[in-house]
């Protein structure tokens, strides 16, 4: 048994966001003026190794960057067509609708 985590601590006055991500996705960043890209895990899922440590790493949130984390179950959902909704459509949802206020960008996403 093991289990994905993503876990955040935002420092309002530097901007910074210290993280650790063990095994989760889809955690989309979408820095301002740039493309939506995937905050990759930089450890193992919790419970897959004992005893390890894990690591932190950390990014600056500017003025109009957005972060979206979701479960994996939101990207692996299907329509009526079988057709999943994949990292990547979702990687463009969250590029499309960062300008949007974030109520919107959940709308959209949804």
Do not use: W
């Amino acid at each position: 048994m093991f289990a994905t985590a993503f876990v955040a601590q935002y420092h309002h006055p530097s901007r910074c966001l210290v993280y650790s991500n063990a095994g989760h996705s889809p955690v989309n960043y979408k820095p301002a003026g740039s493309p939506a890209q995937l905050l990759e895990a930089c450890c193992p899922p919790i419970g897959v190794m004992p005893a390890l440590q894990y690591s932190d790493r950390s990014l600056t949130l500017e003025p109009g960057d957005v972060l979206v984390a979701a479960s994996d179950g939101f990207n692996e959902t299907r329509n009526s067509g079988d057709e999943m909704f994949g990292i990547e459509r979702m990687l463009r949802y969250v590029d499309e609708g960062a300008h949007l206020p974030v109520d919107m960008i959940g709308q959209t996403l949804f």
